[in-house]
């Protein structure tokens, strides 16, 4: 089948093993909005996409395939502003499995400067086992550091980024979900930002771990608790951002009678490393373990449906 939609600029086509789209938007320097947020004005974007499948028959093999999507910007005055391609070879297996390989590329325009960076990436996911999910992605490329320190330019680094995590159901009512996802950014060897010497230089390590479990005891009452543990390690030298490490719990005990009418009991509380400094006791600073209490709030909230 075939369909055209002229008022939003897009084209879907979509067959058997043959799927395509393209859409063409476009926002004014001068467009304001009563209600929402519009991330970006004066621009133009065209994007396509194209997919191609197949699917075997009496196979483990549920189908396989490539993929390729594009977009490009322009302001109003046709300047080109950025563009990106990505592609990717996907094959998805029975009992919800699959491993898909991607490439993304992208030049953009950042702060008056281009930028070319890309990443090559993997990630595979399963649901084998009933009462277990898992999912796990890696990928290697380049990226732009866009909050340099002081005194430097926004540059390109290279960068690595993984994420891996888990859902288990080990009984029927009990639901827990752990994952990590780690980001870091090193200078390219030999190109590291004056006044550096050259050679490659750390500029961050991102570490992000979040444990989540539910229990459902009845039909109506559930308890959600969450744990997560932000630490990020910065070179001050070439990130502006403030090293710093953050724990945080959340506990939240629902009653819920109907979809309309509910009680929330909830309770948060954040730790930080923030800690005086050993030799200047009047003087603080992110160092050290999380164990500073920065925040802490119990709350009630009461839902009630009218039905008039």
């Known amino acids: 089948d075939f369909c055209l939609s002229r008022g939003l600029g897009d084209v879907y086509k979509r067959q058997e093993h043959f799927s395509y789209f393209s859409k063409f938007s476009q926002v004014g320097a001068d467009f304001r909005s009563g209600l929402g947020f519009v ?4 621009v133009r974007t065209v994007e396509q996409y194209a997919a191609y499948y197949w699917r075997p028959e009496s196979s483990k093999v549920l189908s ?3 993929s390729f999507s594009t977009t490009v910007d322009w302001n109003t005055k046709n300047q080109l502003q950025d563009w990106s391609t990505y592609g990717d070879f996907k094959i998805d297996f029975a009992h919800s499995t699959g491993v898909t390989v991607s490439r993304f590329d992208s030049n953009e325009l950042y702060e008056g400067l281009w930028f070319l960076h890309g990443v090559t990436g993997v990630s595979i996911y399963s649901e084998w086992l009933r009462w277990l999910t ?15 320190a002081a005194g430097i330019l926004p540059f390109v680094g290279n960068s690595s980024e993984a994420e891996v995590g888990f859902t288990l159901h080990p009984k029927p009512r009990l639901t827990v979900d752990e994952t990590y996802y780690f980001v870091n950014l090193r200078t390219l060897g030999g ?5 550096l010497l050259p050679g490659t230089h750390a500029v961050y390590d991102n ?3 979040r444990t989540k479990v539910n229990y459902q005891f009845t039909r109506a009452l559930s308890v959600r608790a969450i744990v997560d543990y932000d630490v990020l390690l910065a070179n001050s030298e070439l990130l502006a951002n403030n090293p710093y490490k953050n724990l945080m719990g959340d506990l939240l005990v629902t009653y819920q009678i109907n ?11 954040n730790y930080e490393n923030i800690n005086r400094a050993p030799f200047a006791p009047y003087s603080l600073g992110n160092f050290g373990a999380p164990n500073t209490l920065t925040g802490r709030q119990f709350f ?3 839902r009630y449906l009218l039905h008039l």
């Open 300 to 302: 009630v909230k009461i």
């Open 134 to 148: 898992t999912y796990a992605s890696y990928d290697q490329g380049t990226s732009i550091n866009y909050a340099p």
């Open 39 to 42: 991330p970006r004005l004066d």
């Open 259 to 269: 979809p309309g009418t509910a009680i929330f009991c909830g309770y948060t509380s």
């Open 191 to 195: 190109q590291a930002p004056a006044p």
């Open 64 to 66: 396989f395939g490539p």
């Open 207 to 209: 570490h992000l771990m």
